[in-house]
């Protein structure tokens, strides 16, 4: 099991991303729109430099949703390698057959 502090401090950045998700949208087009003067890029450029660090998407990490696990995640189960095989060994996912020989 994670520590809880990590697992609150994950929750905190998926609230960030999502509430500055639009805004952070917004300064990126008009950062990459080459119409645009280079004067209001670069102020656009400043104002999304002063948005949070953590409301940018790349520093959420994939954590498994039963322990909290931040490594050996499998995405299309959102579950960490060791939550899966307790799963299976139990029988409760479903068509997953774990053997034992």
């Given at each position: 099991m994670a520590k809880k502090s990590m697992i609150a401090r994950e929750v905190k950045r998926e609230k960030l991303v999502?509430?500055?998700a639009a805004k952070r949208a917004a300064l990126k087009a008009v950062i990459n729109d080459k119409s645009i003067?280079?004067?209001e890029r670069f102020k656009a450029t400043l104002e999304l430099a002063k948005l949070p660090r953590n409301s940018s998407a790349t520093r959420m990490h994939n954590r498994c949703q039963l322990t909290?696990?931040?490594h050996a995640y499998y995405?299309?189960?959102k579950i960490s390698r060791?939550?899966?095989r307790n799963l299976g060994s139990n029988g409760e996912i479903p068509g997953l057959v774990k053997s034992s020989w």
């Open positions: 999502k509430q500055y003067p280079v004067e909290g696990r931040p995405r299309k189960l060791i939550a899966l």
